[in-house]
């Protein structure tokens, strides 16, 4: 018997080995420099003041176990969105969700297709499970319906379309995802991701309840951990057809989201005021950070979301995006590198404080105007 057939220790399942793991942004600077965190895409908001009231009144239960169906969060965001709690699922933030699709629907052999520039997430959970990950190109740093329909095969089960994109910050219209969905064989499930839906201006953007409603090959993810102020909690959610939450039911964990969780995300999606204040913030700034940046020498990828995408001078380590980071970082400014995702001179920030914006304003025109 051979080595392989009889290993001298355990072995991973195919394709676990060839993950890079997530790196999260960073969130550290040097001891006495004031830390503005923009590396993470969190709100400056904060969560709504009625969900950490409702998070402070879960101490009272700790010892009870949650509720495993997570009703009353159900509830809250089906009052919100106009959906039946039927076709709701929460998860331990959406990557929770996200993994429990490739877990269920994908297995040795199959494809999943992504974006070249999409969530990184999505690249590791079909490799986890064995599948195998195709990237579609993407034009001018958007999601490309034609380069994805271009690369589905007989062994395709998933495609996963984050939109808007992150960290690109762009998006497709809603045309264009019902066009995807239409040239996609029945039985191919269309993931949509939209996690940043909240923050979007646009005529032309649905996050994909209709197309999901209308479907039996359609699911759209979202989260409470941007504009809902509730990262540290992960909270996520997802509409879906009936069989589709079905079968994720059957074997996602029995408590996978805590009491605490539920309750204050249940009253973070009512409190509809500090959702559109946050979402008015944003809309401020964004154009506000775009300009001011592109008029110093910087290019800056159109966003919808909470974030940019800022590039900088190709050919002049001096002013690479490397070099940027650790400028900014010294003064406490700490943005998120993309090199992982394809974009080497590039630096994602997220909209933030309006003291941290005009920090990295000033401070990026401080860089750029050096010898």
């Given amino acids: 018997m051979s080595a392989r057939e009889n290993p001298s220790r355990p072995v991973p399942n195919p394709g676990v080995m060839e993950i890079a793991a997530y790196v999260p942004g960073k969130s550290k600077v040097k001891p006495g420099v004031k830390l503005h965190k923009l590396s993470s895409n969190e709100t400056p908001f904060g969560p709504s003041p009625a969900a950490i009231e409702a998070y402070r009144a879960g101490a009272e239960t700790l010892e009870f176990y949650p509720d495993g169906s997570a009703t009353e969060l159900r509830k809250a965001i089906a009052e919100t969105h106009g959906l039946n709690p039927d076709n709701l699922i929460c998860g331990n933030g959406s990557d929770e969700l996200l993994g429990l699709l490739a877990h269920v629907y994908l297995k040795p052999g199959d494809e999943a297709i992504f974006t070249e520039h999409g969530f990184l997430v999505y690249k590791i959970q079909i490799l986890a499970n064995g599948a195998t990950p195709v990237v ?75 197309l999901v409603s209308d479907n039996e090959n359609v699911v759209m993810t979202r989260t409470f951990s941007k504009i809902h102020g509730l990262a540290a909690l992960r909270i996520g959610w997802m509409y879906g057809p009936a069989h589709i939450i079905d079968a994720l039911n059957r074997v996602r964990g029995p408590f996978n989201l805590n009491s605490a969780a539920i309750a204050a995300g249940a009253a973070a999606i009512r409190d509809r005021a500090h959702v559109d204040e946050a979402a008015h913030f944003n809309d401020t700034w964004l154009p506000v950070l775009t300009g001011a940046l592109t008029d110093i020498g910087l290019t800056v990828t159109p966003s ?32 998120r590198a993309v090199g992982a995702y394809g974009l080497p001179n590039a630096l994602r920030m997220t909209v933030g404080s309006a003291e941290a914006n005009e920090g990295v304003i000033e401070a990026l025109k401080d860089f750029m105007g050096r010898a």
Avoid: C, M
């Fill in 136 to 210: 579609a190109p993407e034009t001018d740093l958007r999601s490309d319906v034609d380069a994805i329909l271009d690369r589905v095969t007989e062994r395709t089960k998933i495609v996963f379309l984050a939109n808007p994109n992150n960290p690109t910050g762009t998006y497709i219209s809603d045309a264009e995802v019902k066009r995807l969905q239409a040239g996609l064989p029945k039985h191919v499930l269309l993931v949509l991701d939209a996690a940043y839906a909240e923050y979007v201006r646009r005529n032309d953007y649905s996050a994909g309840v209709e």
């Fill in 304 to 335: 919808v979301g909470n974030f940019i995408l800022i590039h900088f001078p190709d050919g002049n380590p001096e002013k690479s995006a490397a070099a940027a980071d650790a400028f900014l970082t010294e003064r406490g400014y700490v943005l």
